[in-house]
């Protein structure tokens, strides 16, 4: 087997409601039990949007402190918290997220079109969260939507420099209508215009773009994100079981493109985590 495989579950998202999937983990029980099945399969980070009583999306601190407390209680997942919440959260709570102390947090590198939606990320935030994450010890995961925001990254690591341990993980997060599509030749467009800080990426396609994304980037090397976030079927027409069901499914395209699933601690050492 060659190099380690980074498995990246995004088991709930804020665009998908509970009552449109009952599956979705939307509870700390369900997100915990969630955690410890993935773990078990072969993830090992997991990038956490909290949901309040009502399953609505939230980024009450409470809740926010409570959702960490019941991942590490019952797996030894990489934590990562979402700055992105839902397109409706107010950028100063976004920035409070940091708050409730995980181990990495998303950094969206734009502002991008999300459906009929705006994702709102303008460069003051970008540059404010960075420096927050930093300044905590957080280890930022660049998400990157299109194209622009692969160079804005170049712009940021030259103002600010490059996070601490000098490692620097990017995910791409492609084919949301409004960002740049769920194909290879994308793909391979964004890696090639990554800045050379960059240490590790990772790649996911939002819905039907989900296998080609991973494997286009199991072709490349990269590490993959997966989860009910960014897709509900595990094939035309056919529900998402559990979130554990699309980590066994990247295990298994890895074990192809023999890649063997990495460790939470394999994956705090390439975060450059202590
Ligand atoms: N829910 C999207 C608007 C992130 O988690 O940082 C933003 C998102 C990205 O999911
Ligand atoms: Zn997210």
Request: aromatic share 4%.
């Amino acid at each position: 087997m060659s190099a380690p495989l980074l498995i990246t579950v995004a088991p709930t998202g804020a665009e998908t409601t509970k009552a449109d999937c009952p599956q979705l983990p939307t509870t700390p029980e369900e997100l915990a039990q969630t955690a410890a099945d993935c773990e078990a399969a072969g993830a090992a980070m997991i990038h956490i949007h909290v949901r309040d009583a009502s399953h609505a999306p939230t980024l009450d601190q409470a809740l926010l402190r409570e959702w960490v407390a019941a991942v590490r209680a019952s797996s030894s997942l990489v934590v990562q918290l979402s700055t992105g919440g839902s397109v409706h959260d107010p950028i100063e709570e976004r920035l409070k997220v940091l708050d409730a102390e995980p181990d990495s947090c998303s950094l969206t590198m734009g502002t991008t079109n999300f459906g009929d939606d705006v994702f709102l990320n303008p460069w003051p935030f970008v540059k404010e969260l960075y420096q927050l994450a930093l300044s905590r010890g957080i280890a930022p995961e660049f998400e990157l939507f299109d194209l622009g925001q692969v160079h804005a990254l170049g712009r940021l690591f030259r103002e600010f420099g490059v996070p601490a341990g000098g490692k620097a993980h990017v995910d791409f997060v492609m084919g949301v209508p409004g960002g740049m599509p769920g194909t290879a030749p994308a793909l391979v467009a964004a890696v090639a215009a990554l800045p050379p800080e960059v240490t590790s990426w990772a790649a996911t396609g939002i819905g039907r773009s989900t296998l080609s994304v991973a494997m286009a980037s199991l072709s490349m090397g990269g590490h993959l994100r997966v989860g009910m976030e960014d897709v509900l079927t595990i094939s035309r027409g056919v529900p998402v079981e559990s979130n554990a069901q699309l980590v066994s499914r990247a295990v298994a395209l890895g074990e192809l493109a023999q890649r063997t699933p990495m460790t939470p601690a394999e994956c705090r050492s390439l975060l450059g985590l202590s």
